[in-house]
């Protein structure tokens, strides 16, 4: 899914690779039998070309409608891959206000994961209008698209992310800017943060997990085709969305010191934290590209 194509040098760059971080199930490894993975591959691939077919009869619904239908759907397609839910930390925030959303990332499963707790609107690298039906789908929910190789474009999308924002919307965003392995995670990129501060929006920082996270990743030049079936034919497959206590901008004026503030309180859930805890509320369900190099 990347190519061969050279990276601009400001784009961040994860060490993980398919290889080391998303190994294809072997011998020892939890998989289930062939035709269950081949019903839920077929089966999750229909819930995304229903959600295709179906997204244009949505437009004319209250945005309130159009949240809970999104949300539904993407629980929908996390069952579908046979993939077991698991919500955790504060209760999820009413939509009283703007939200910047800002998560860790790990894999393209991240995406339908956040939508089904907070949807929004996703910020993408501009690759992914080019996918077949996601980029579809991605268009029709309203994604804002980034060309990577052009910095003089990102004060153009910094604005367009304020605006919805101002509108009293929820961008979600995955700052690190590349998809990691889980073992290590990178640098929140700053720029992101620059909306929130220009929209006097809340930032609400959510940590994934994945157990185990080996069928999870989606790293390197890792196939969309083969992330997609590693997960269908994983194991007791788990993932988690943790949410934490939203950071106010008035304690941050700047966008470095903010995205820091992010950073820091992802990055020590994952620290202090076991997986199995839980917190004040937890909500437990089953349910069911290349590496996702979003901006900052």
């Known amino acids: 899914m990347n190519g061969a194509r050279t990276v601009s040098p400001w784009l961040p760059t994860a060490p993980c690779t398919p290889g080391r971080c998303a190994p294809h199930p072997g011998p020892g490894s939890a998989t289930v039998r062939p035709l269950l993975a081949v019903a839920r591959l077929v089966a999750g691939v229909g819930v995304v070309l229903a959600g295709l077919l179906l997204a244009p009869l949505t437009a004319p619904l209250p945005a309130a409608a159009r949240r809970a239908l999104v949300r539904r759907w993407c629980r929908a397609v996390i069952r579908a891959f046979g993939v077991r839910l698991r919500i955790t930390g504060a209760a999820p925030v009413t939509p ?14 991240d995406i339908p994961l956040v939508a089904a ?8 690298k501009r690759e992914v209008r080019a996918w077949p039906v996601l980029g579809t789908l991605a268009a029709l929910g309203g994604t804002l698209f980034i060309d990577r190789d052009r910095l003089r474009a990102l004060p153009d999308l910094i604005r367009a992310m304020t605006e919805a924002l101002t509108g009293g919307g929820r961008v979600i965003v995955f700052p690190e800017g590349s998809t990691w392995c889980g073992r290590a995670g990178g640098t929140f990129r ?13 930032v609400q920082p959510v940590r994934l997990e994945y157990r185990p996270t080996g069928p999870a990743a989606f790293v390197g030049d890792d196939p969309l085709g083969a992330s997609l079936w590693r997960i269908a034919a994983a194991g007791g497959l788990t993932a ?16 470095r010191s903010l995205a820091r503030a992010a950073q820091r309180a992802v990055a020590s859930d994952s620290a202090n934290r076991p997986f199995s ?18 901006p900052a």
């Open 277 to 294: 805890s839980v917190h004040q509320w937890v909500r437990s369900s089953p349910a069911a590209v290349s590496s996702s190099r979003t």
């Open 190 to 202: 700053p720029a992101a943060f620059q909306a929130a501060l220009d929209a006097s929006a809340a």
């Open 96 to 109: 009283a206000g703007p939200l910047l959303v800002v998560a860790n990332h790990i894999s393209w499963l």
């Open 240 to 255: 988690e969305v943790r949410i934490l206590d939203p950071i106010s901008i008035v304690q941050y004026p700047d966008r």
């Open 117 to 124: 707790v907070l949807p929004g609107r996703m910020l993408a």
